[in-house]
């Protein structure tokens, strides 16, 4: 399916196929396509670029689709693999994480730090961490390929 070009998002760089390839929900998706393009909130004078999720219902194009300026879709990518880090090690700790100490890191960006931690205000975190961590292992293959996948680009890339 074509992604739409008469909305206010403006795609340049498309990925039409995505619904084939969007991990475990392959064939099944909602989500049709990808694209990096001009951002929907731009105003006169000044262009911002964006990366979005288009979702198809069957009938017409979702307002759930989701578009994101491009260095928030990095730092997710940052947030993915720092948390991906941690639960390989996260077996060691009963609950999977030092009660005593849940910042996992402190990741240096623009002059301060993304903090990385596991969120104690949630009332079941012990066992949704759980949860989080066996459907992380679940996925495993998809992530890694994935996260393989940009390692070699960002490798191409000089970084």
């Given amino acids: 399916m074509k992604i739409p070009t008469t909305l206010k998002h403006k795609p340049v760089i498309v990925s039409e196929n995505y ?87 402190r990741i240096g960006l623009q002059g301060d730090a993304m903090t990385v931690e596991v969120c104690t205000d949630n009332e079941k975190i012990n066992e949704d961490i759980r949860l989080f961590s066996q459907s992380l292992s679940d996925d495993d293959e998809l992530i890694g390929e994935r996260l393989r996948t940009l390692s070699r680009i960002l490798k191409e890339m000089g970084y």
């Fill in 19 to 105: 619904k084939q390839i969007d991990g475990r929900y392959a064939d099944k998706s909602d989500a049709e396509g990808l694209s990096l393009g001009l951002a929907q909130w731009n105003d006169r004078g000044k262009v911002d670029i964006s990366a979005k999720v288009w979702r198809y219902t069957g009938e017409k194009w979702s307002r759930q689709s989701e578009e994101l300026p491009l260095h928030r879709v990095l730092d997710l990518a940052i947030l993915i693999s720092r948390a991906k880090l941690h639960f390989q090690e996260a077996y060691r700790y009963e609950n999977f994480y030092d009660e005593n100490q849940p910042v996992i890191d």
